[in-house]
């Protein structure tokens, strides 16, 4: 495979993308409602923020798994301050696990099942581009733009939280270790294990809604995630974050060696809408 | 395995698609430099040939070569020489005509620069668009759309060049150019062109030869003087005099190379074997049993109707 190849179809994309409000829109408008929206509702009152349980038993399901130092930090806070804590520190995490997936499996379903869409396809096919030069290329401009935006939604985030909790804790509360690692390790594993996914089911449908409807599956995990912080029986904590990371990377081999594998051509150029 | 006598050589290429057979063992060669019709009309299966000869779709039975490459085997050195014109522009409407170039020809692997930004001059200004080379696409004509079209599929110098319907939304003129391009392109660079066309005055025009196939299958191959001889028999040489006399026409009757002569008021028509050789002789003929000829016409069958004879009247008559 020739990285100057997939380079030259990654910006091609990029461009495109660039230029498509169909797709810059809601890769806009989701991580602004979690960065800056929602951080300031809970800020502003965290006792209205509905989890669906009291505060006693969320705080102490989430912090089941949490570091000893940070049970300790904990124990010596106001009631306010360990909502506030546990809502911005802990339970927003696995939320800011979606902006990745929703960014990239909008700009992956765009991807071919786009193409197909807009008739561009077949020109694209024809070239002497390979299999994995196509595919490979059509991941990094879904991955990039994936992840600046979430990179720029944790600074946001960060800075949110970090002013708008300045009075109620008098030093700033993130970034954390775990922020790190969930944002540099976990992020870019997830993306890619969700623009394998997507890029594959687009270029076997026949259009780019389509490929939407069906990627919107990939956040069912995520869903997960956040049900067992709720509930106590998963906490991200780093061991959690690193293991499912590996666990991620695994995976992502494994997807692009399949989609290199099951890319055919003929599928992507005779499945018409 | 290089085979440089024929640019594309075909052996019993067929495509189905589950139960539907869309090219039926189709067999034709063609050589460098030639500019060769496929004539068909819509669902003949033209535009499946041409994919499967750019490595865009398998085979299901039978072999191609394209430039000595095995369509299947070496698809992308198959892509890598061949210009293709898909039946839709293809183009991406949100990049402008210049990034749309450079895309394709740096994807074609033409890696100079300054040998890109030249040819892409070049074949902007032909197709005269080099002044809208910083608009998008999504702003031009469909008559625009499809010269670029045709811009790109020459901008990395292909030796075969695939076009489907290249005249299709153009006006007049530029198919004009178009065609003129196409015979400077094949008799100049020596390029092989392969064309997929309903419209017959082009094929007519440009290609050496012409396949006509039908619901994937050949109906005939061959020149264009071929396959009129096929359906007409003979061209009719239509003479008119100043006066008939059975003179003139038991003169005429005589000569070697005409058949079956009919008399209509003051003009004889009959049928001749080589209406290039038989001409002179009969206005010989003619002047000598004391006729006076004030015109001649060789009529032969039009592209069109042999077209109309071979595929229309083939499907009436199941």
């Not at chain 1, 797709?23 to 809970?42: E, G, M, Q, Y």
Request: net charge negative; glycine share 8%; proline share 4%.
């Amino acid at each position: 495979m020739r990285l100057s190849k997939a380079l030259l179809v990654f910006r091609k994309d990029w461009r495109e993308v660039g230029r498509n409000w169909e797709v810059l829109t809601p890769i806009a408008l989701v991580p602004l409602l979690f960065s800056v929206v929602i951080p300031l509702i809970a800020i502003s009152a965290p006792g209205q923020v509905n989890t669906g349980t009291s505060r006693e038993v969320l705080i102490e399901s989430i912090m089941r798994g949490a570091p000893a130092g940070v049970m300790e930090m904990l124990a010596g806070f106001t009631e306010d301050q360990q909502l506030t804590y546990v809502l911005l520190v802990y339970m927003f995490a696995p939320f800011f696990l979606l902006i990745p997936v929703m960014a990239s499996s909008v700009i992956a379903s765009d991807s071919f099942a786009g193409e197909k869409e807009r008739k561009t396809i077949e020109a694209l096919l024809a070239t002497p581009l390979t299999d994995g030069e196509l595919l490979f290329g059509k991941m990094l401009a879904s991955f990039v733009p994936a992840m600046a935006v979430t990179i720029l939604s944790f600074i946001a985030y960060t800075v949110v939280v970090d002013v708008g909790t300045y009075g109620l804790f008098g030093a700033p509360l993130l970034p954390t270790l775990e922020w790190f690692l969930l944002i540099f390790l976990m992020t870019p594993a997830l993306s890619l294990a969700s623009i394998g996914l997507t890029v594959l089911i687009s270029s076997r449908v026949r259009g780019f809604k389509e490929a939407q409807q069906i990627s919107v599956v990939l956040i069912i995990p995520i869903i997960g995630l956040f049900i067992g912080q709720g509930t106590g029986a998963l906490t991200l904590g780093p061991p959690v974050i690193l293991a499912l990371t590996a666990l991620l990377a695994f995976f992502d081999l494994l997807i692009f060696r399949f989609s290199v594998l099951l890319f055919k051509r003929e599928k992507v150029l005779t499945t018409w809408k | 395995m290089s085979r440089q006598l024929s640019e594309i050589i075909t052996e019993g290429l067929t495509k189905r698609f589950n139960s539907f057979t869309a090219v039926d063992h189709l067999s034709f060669e063609v050589g460098e430099g030639e500019i060769f019709g496929i004539l068909g009309p819509n669902g003949a299966g033209k535009t499946t040939t041409i994919r499967m000869l750019a490595s865009l779709l398998t085979p299901t039975e039978g072999t191609a070569y394209v430039g000595g490459f095995d369509v299947v085997d070496d698809s992308l050195k198959v892509r890598e020489i061949v210009g293709i014109l898909t039946e839709n522009p293809s183009l991406y409407d949100r990049l402008t005509a210049m990034e749309n170039m450079e895309f394709f020809a740096e994807a074609y692997g033409v890696s100079d620069r300054q040998a890109r930004s030249k040819k892409i001059r070049e074949l902007l200004d032909f197709f005269d668009l080099w002044h809208r080379r910083d608009d998008k696409v999504g702003t031009y004509s469909k008559g625009m759309k499809q010269k670029l079209a045709i811009a790109r599929a020459l901008v990395h110098d292909p030796d075969v060049l695939f076009l489907d319907e290249p005249t299709s939304g153009l006006d007049p003129r530029s198919s004009k150019d178009i065609r003129g391009l196409m015979e400077e392109l094949s008799r100049r660079e020596g390029q092989t062109i392969l064309l997929c066309t309903h419209r017959l005055e082009d094929a007519e025009r440009l290609c050496s030869r012409v396949m006509l196939i039908n619901e994937g299958g050949m109906v005939t191959i061959g020149t264009t003087d071929e396959l009129r001889s096929q359906i007409a028999g003979t061209p009719i040489l239509r003479v008119r005099l100043g006066e008939v006399s059975e003179t003139v026409v038991d003169a005429v009757r005589s000569m070697e190379g005409v058949e079956e002569v009919v008399v209509d008021g003051n003009t004889l028509s009959m049928s001749v074997k080589d209406a290039d050789e038989v001409t002179p002789y009969v206005v010989r003929g003619v002047v000598m049993a004391g006729g006076m000829v004030q015109s001649v016409e060789v009529l032969k069958p039009s592209l069109e109707e042999i077209y109309l004879k071979l595929v229309v009247d083939e499907d009436e008559a199941e």
